[in-house]
């Protein structure tokens, strides 16, 4: 069983910065898009960006500028760094495995909550 595991979450003001870091199995990690979701009380998941297994990033227009995804090769983990955030970037942030077959999220980790709150 696949099991991605996510750390780093917590409560941060307004403006400030947090790490998320996703755990990946090695044979996940070099084979999949890596991806963060996240979803906010009583919306749906939505996509905030992934890394393709070259490393490279694209994001949702809303984060784009503040927060960065990066893959530790080392580490076999996913990084999300988050900057400026703010009261909106509340959510529930998932990790993800892409499938490279479907294009689809094949695998998810637990989940961790960010709050962004004064």
């Known amino acids: 069983q696949v099991q991605l595991v996510e750390s780093g979450g917590g409560l941060v003001q307004p403006g400030g910065s947090l790490k998320l870091s996703c755990a990946v199995p090695e044979s996940i990690f070099m084979m999949y898009t890596m991806g963060w979701y996240r979803q906010a009380p009583g919306m749906q998941r939505e996509w905030v960006g992934e890394s393709t297994r070259r490393d490279m990033t694209t994001y949702q227009d809303s984060v784009q500028g503040r927060f960065t995804i990066s893959r530790d090769h080392a580490k076999n983990t996913l990084d999300l760094q988050m900057n400026s955030l703010k009261p909106e970037d509340t959510a529930v942030y998932y990790c993800?495995?892409?499938?490279?077959?479907?294009?689809?999220?094949?695998?998810w980790g637990q989940g961790t909550q960010v709050t962004v709150s004064s």
């Open positions: 993800s495995a892409i499938s490279p077959s479907t294009g689809t999220p094949a695998y």
